[in-house]
């Protein structure tokens, strides 16, 4: 069974900073590109940063410079470092493990709130 868990969000100011992780089980970890997407109330799920199985990373351009995306193949594990976080990332952040034209599973989410 495949399992995709996340965990760090929260409630935190503007400027502040969260680390998200998604533990993966059930699938071979190392060969699955891993993403993170975040869907903010009434918008459509939108690409945060995605990271391959070689490392290549790529991010959108509303979080460049302040997100960095990580992953750790021995602890089944992919990473989400925010940073200078803006009210406007608030939204329900969700893990997807994906191959390409193959299959792709998701988290449950984890809920990120920017507010003072």
């Known amino acids: 069974q495949v399992r995709l868990v996340e965990s760090g969000g929260g409630l935190v100011q503007p400027g502040g900073s969260l680390r998200l992780s998604c533990a993966a089980s059930?699938?071979?970890?190392?060969?699955?590109?891993m993403d993170w997407y975040r869907q903010a109330p009434g918008k459509q799920r939108e690409l945060v940063a995605s990271i391959t199985p070689g490392e290549s990373i790529n991010y959108a351009d509303f979080v460049k410079g302040r997100f960095t995306i990580s992953r750790d193949n021995a602890q089944n594990t992919v990473y989400l470092q925010m940073n200078s976080l803006k009210v406007e990332d608030t939204a329900v952040y969700y893990c997807?493990?994906?191959?390409?034209?193959?299959?792709?599973?998701w988290g449950q989410g984890t809920p990120v709130t920017v507010s003072s």
């Open positions: 059930g699938i071979i970890f190392s060969i699955y590109t």
């Open positions: 997807n493990a994906l191959r390409p034209r193959v299959e792709n599973y």
